[in-house]
């Protein structure tokens, strides 16, 4: 509400400005004081709005933090369980060349081997043979000595 001292300072505005004089009984300043009092009770209630519109806010904004939060955790425990499958797949697959390249290795050893031992036996045999020409060449020349 207005003081007598403003209403004074208002009424010496308005005899400047528009060279009129006006009581404090005036109706027009009746009209300021209730302008005066619908401003400030309108101030008071858009006030009292945007706190509880603040307090509002800052709930949602905890609300969607939280939610982010699950979000990135749920992303998160994802992204790691992707990589745990894709390290047991590669694992798998690497496990699975070097078995098959031990396995090429080994068959070509063995092979080897296999040609190495046919070439013995075949050497062996030949050994065989030619001790039995030795022997059978002895009892000739033994039996054609006598």
């Not at 309108?42 to 699950?70: C, T, V, Y």
């Not at 990589?83 to 080994?106: D, G, S």
């Amino acid at each position: 509400m207005p003081n007598d001292n403003e209403l004074k300072e208002l009424i010496k505005e308005i005899a400047a400005t528009h060279g009129i004089t006006v009581g404090l009984d005036d109706p027009i300043l009746v009209l300021y004081t209730l302008n005066k009092k619908l401003i400030e009770d309108n101030s008071r209630s858009q006030q009292e709005l945007l706190e509880g519109f603040g307090a509002k806010m800052e709930e949602i904004a905890i609300r969607w933090q939280d939610d982010a939060k699950i979000k990135a955790e749920k992303t998160l425990n994802a992204a790691l369980e992707a990589a745990k499958k894709n390290i047991v797949f590669e694992a798998h697959n690497t496990a699975k060349a070097t078995a098959e390249a031990v396995e090429r290795a080994v068959s070509a050893e063995l092979a080897k081997f296999i040609t190495a031992s046919k070439e013995t036996r075949r050497i062996a045999w030949m050994n065989i043979i030619a001790a039995c020409l030795a022997i059978v060449a002895a009892g000739i020349a033994l039996w054609a000595s006598r």
